[in-house]
């Protein structure tokens, strides 16, 4: 590592959101940030990754760039083409929402964390809930992310961050598995001006399913949730009983 660390700071709610700005304030002592953001709004992508169409990188000054892509592409072309070498750690947020239990596999925040993770760099997302404090978050996130250089992350493991809007007066930060949430899978049917029905997913506010020490159960109490993810996902204990199928021992004879 170079005398001072280089940080790759992005987010999934673009370039002007106010959190992004709370996390460059908070991260700025601890090395040389480079922000490369999407240019517009990109919640809930995941981890997209455009590869069917040009990619466009706005120098917006010093070390920062909006790009008219997703998280991913920011983290992609930030580390492979913008920045002067590989960053020591990609901190990605603060997200306006939390991004807890289930949330991890559509949120564009965790994506962007997600793919620093894939490329080797420690990484790690951070996401308030609405109407928190961005400082407050952005003090966790200093913390975290000096510890991180400091010490590192396994290979393959990424951090996850979630801060309540309101902090209980004795909060702490409790490492908590993953819950489950209850998104209640709500569809609005309307009609739009011209009379075509159009559909609008995930109108009715989400819930969690009461587990006890869960990041859900966590921030609902006012505490700050603290989770290791590993985005390999193999289901390495059902692979034994897939090789038992008829399907495992298909070949070209039996079709
Ligand atoms: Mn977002």
Known sequence: MADRPLILVTNDDGIHARGLQALID??????????????????????AISINRALRAHPLGNRRFAVDG????CV???????LPRAPDLVASGINRGNNLADDVFYSGTVGAAIEGCAMGIPSFAVSL?????DAFAGR???????EILERGLPRG?????????QAAPDWRVRVAPLGKRDYRRAVERREDPRGRLYYWLGSKPISYVPIEGSD????????V??????PEITAHDSLTHLKTWRMASLTQSSL
């Open 225 to 230: 949730s603290l989770t290791a993810l590993r």
């Open 129 to 133: 809930e609405y109407n928190g404090d």
């Open 26 to 47: 908070a991260l700025e002592p601890l090395g040389d940030l480079w922000v490369v953001a999407p240019e517009v709004n990109q919640t809930a992508v995941g981890r």
């Open 76 to 82: 992609y072309l930030g580390v492979c083409e913008l």
């Open 157 to 165: 493991t990424l951090l996850n961050m979630n801060v309540p809007c």
């Open 140 to 146: 966790l996130a200093s913390h975290l992310a000096a």
């Open 216 to 223: 859900c159960d966590v921030v609902a109490r006012g505490d």
């Open 70 to 73: 997703t998280p991913t592409d």
